[in-house]
């Protein structure tokens, strides 16, 4: 190079001094973001959404009654098995009242009313079809 072309000393110097400076805080601010970056605690879990109990009523065949469980057929060929409970009703075709395990028996007409909650359901009450609706006995009946 020339003369003309060529910086004064301590213009160079100031030069090359500057560029280092802003690579060195370059270094350190990258440096900084990576360590916020990665240093964050991880976010916290999204507790699972509750699912809310919800009412159902449905009619159908018994096709298999447990201790604990009672599984019915509706008319569209949907199966559900619910969960019976010391509290669960059951109504019998005369009326009468006794637990669901003991007073039903596979084959019978049910209605059956309870609550659900995701894909668990629970029995509240189970009555033979000949117990209510139209063919069932008036609601005076041995009054």
Known sequence: MSGRHRL?????????????ASVGISSVLAAA??????????????????VAEQPLSEQGTLIA??????????AD?????YT????TTAITGDGGQASAASALAVNDQVTVVGTSRGRAAVATAVAENTAVGPQGRPMDFGL
Do not use: C, F, M, Y
């Open 8 to 20: 004064p000393h301590s213009k160079s110097n100031l030069l090359i001094g500057s560029i280092a």
């Open 33 to 50: 973001i990576t360590e916020l970056v990665t240093a964050q605690p991880p976010a916290p879990a999204t507790p699972p959404q509750a």
């Open 65 to 74: 009654v447990t201790a604990d469980s009672l599984t019915t057929r509706a």
């Open 77 to 81: 060929g949907s199966v559900r098995t």
């Open 84 to 87: 019976i409970t010391p509290n």
